[in-house]
């Protein structure tokens, strides 16, 4: 999407660590006019799907998925980062390693809003190591859920998460796909 690509050029930093740093417009600091535009591109690309609710992760995804729920006429429901271990039987769990910052993160939805007769959009900023994608895959599984695809504003193509996330069969929609960046050179695929 060309829109999303000339902002990241023009306010994307490029980081030490294969960081790019869009905290002034996509997961700090939040250009909802372009997320609009971003919702409107996935609507297009989704058209007939039948999408009944997008499926997002805390914290960065929900800003988009809200806004491009608003676009479909969707509900939006996100997983949520929990600290709470003892929560067996409401809710279906899973566990996210990240990459990044190390760790693993407990990550639990409820099962009251994930239904076997959804049809699922996932949505969320980037796509890296996959690691925050495949929760949701793996919580929609156990709900019965489908996944029809998943919406991510900015691919990091070097990286292995869209590959392993498309070879499980998930359509993956990444509005910007960057296939190379070193700082002061950024280059789209
Ligand atoms: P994944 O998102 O594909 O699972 O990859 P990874 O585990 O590598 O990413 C860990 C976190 O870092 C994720 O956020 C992800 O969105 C974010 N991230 C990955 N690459 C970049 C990048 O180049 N720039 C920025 N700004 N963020 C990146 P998180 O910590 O899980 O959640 P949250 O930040 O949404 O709360």
Request: glycine share 12%.
């Amino acid at each position: 999407m060309k829109e999303l690509e000339e902002r990241i050029l023009r306010d994307g930093i490029v980081e030490d660590g294969d960081v790019l740093k869009v905290d002034s417009f996509l997961n700090h600091q939040m250009d909802v006019e372009l997320f609009r535009a971003m919702g409107k591109e996935w609507v297009r690309l989704f058209d007939g799907e039948g999408i009944n609710k997008i499926f997002t992760i805390e914290a960065s995804g929900i800003g988009i998925a809200c806004v491009a729920a608003l676009e479909f006429g969707v509900p939006v429901v996100f997983a949520k980062k929990s600290r709470t271990r003892n929560i067996a039987g409401e809710v279906y769990h899973t566990e996210v390693p990240s990459f990044t910052h190390g760790g693993v993160s407990d990550v639990i939805v409820s099962k009251r809003f994930l239904l076997p007769s959804d049809r699922l959009l996932l949505i969320d900023d980037f796509l890296a190591n996959g690691a925050a994608l495949e929760g949701l895959i793996g919580l929609a599984e156990q709900a019965g859920a489908t996944v029809v695809g998943a919406g991510i504003a900015v691919e990091k193509a070097f990286q292995p998460g869209g590959e392993r996330i498309r070879a499980k069969g998930v359509r993956v929609e990444s509005l910007a796909r960057i296939k190379s960046m070193t700082s002061g050179q950024l280059e789209f695929c």
